[in-house]
């Protein structure tokens, strides 16, 4: 039976016997296919759709992580800044484990969802009159002064968990894929997946690294700008970040993988996230198309061109159902009629 990332890559993980593993038997998700994405791309596109992790994103790898090491100090309090996955993770296994857990949010910028999730599973929620930036640096004060563990992904143990991504990649395709698209906000999940390639380069498990594609919001893009984005704005609330704690280790992961970090706006996520929805079945959220809008992007300026037919996996990020109202936004309300066959037929065009 699965049991949870820690169980399947213990060797991997900084944990030992002496600690009480959390889990919710996240990690192990699919790698779908995407006949469409590779026709117009030139490449073999891969969806690695981290949206079915337990708590919808892939927040949970790390947190899984975190909150077990949280729970091996004995700690009895954790704390986050959050754009909604993390405080939907945090709160979940903390609930799991009888901790308590407090959140920071910036106030009215956050999706239905995760807003959602936070609250049911009893964190207690404070929403700030500030960004996310804001947020972080309150949290990093508070956890500094008072014994409470901060679970965010300057927290070393969650990109140690989210690593492991890059290793079910590279199980599921036999190597490491030529290019790997994703996401920038924080930039934590990039550096992840880069030492998680690296190390699984290392141990001769891949032949190859991949070159990492990172792509931020055209609204909140500093590593694109190359400075602080002092109030950034984006669709994408979970890349609506204008100052990423993990940003050296970003660059890192571009330069050494001779990738590229570029931007894209947001009507280019938008249209990713309606083509994923409509042409493959995938659900995920704004943020994640930021992966997909990237390497159209990319392909429409000819940067694929000498690589035809190599793979890129795109990480999709987090499930489309966190964030209901912008999907509805997308598309027309559902038409009202009487219930009868006959308008019903002609609706149909019967
Ligand atoms: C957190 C998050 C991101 C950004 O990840 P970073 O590690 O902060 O770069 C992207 N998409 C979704 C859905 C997220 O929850």
Not at 137 to 165: M, W
């Amino acid at each position: 039976m699965y049991q949870g990332l820690i169980h399947r890559y213990r060797q991997y993980l900084p944990v030992s016997d002496k600690t009480p593993i959390v889990s919710l038997s996240e990690g192990n998700t699919p790698l779908i296919f995407s006949p469409k994405l590779s026709e117009k791309t030139g490449l073999k596109v891969y969806l690695k759709y981290e949206g079915l992790n337990p708590t919808g994103s892939f927040k949970d790898r790390g947190m899984t992580m975190a909150i077990s090491k949280a729970a091996e100090k004995g700690a009895k309090i954790v704390m986050c800044a959050s754009t909604g996955n993390t405080s939907a993770s945090a709160a979940a296994y903390a609930a799991r484990c009888g901790m308590k857990c407090c959140v920071l949010i910036p106030n009215g910028n956050i999706a239905m969802g995760k807003l959602a999730q936070a609250m049911i599973h009893h964190a207690q929620v404070i929403a700030i009159e500030g960004n996310f930036d804001n947020a972080l640096d309150l949290v990093k004060d508070v956890t500094a002064k008072y014994p409470i563990e901060l679970v965010n992904s300057i927290n070393p143990f969650r990109i140690e968990g989210q690593k492991t991504a890059a290793f079910e990649v590279v199980e599921d395709l036999g190597d490491a894929p030529f290019f790997h698209a994703i996401p920038v906000g924080n930039a934590g999940n990039i550096t992840a997946y880069w030492k998680g390639y690296n190390e699984f380069f290392a141990l001769k498990k891949a032949k190859r690294l991949p070159k990492m594609l990172g792509f931020q919001a055209a609204g909140s893009a500093p590593i694109v700008l190359d400075h602080v984005v002092e109030d950034p704005h984006t669709v994408a609330t979970a890349i609506k970040i204008g100052n990423p704690a993990s940003w050296k280790s970003a660059v890192a992961a571009r330069d050494d993988s001779n990738g590229v970090i570029d931007m894209v706006t947001d009507e280019e996520i938008m249209m990713a996230y309606e083509l994923l929805a409509s042409g493959d079945g995938v659900f995920c959220e704004p943020a994640s198309a930021a992966s997909v809008a990237g390497i159209l992007k990319l392909a429409e300026q000819k940067y694929f061109k000498p690589f035809l037919g190599e793979t890129v996996v795109c990480t999709l990020t987090g499930h489309g159902l966190k964030d209901p109202t912008n999907a509805m936004k997308c598309v027309k309300e559902p038409c009202v009629v009487k219930a009868d066959i006959k308008i019903i037929l002609k609706e149909i065009g019967l």
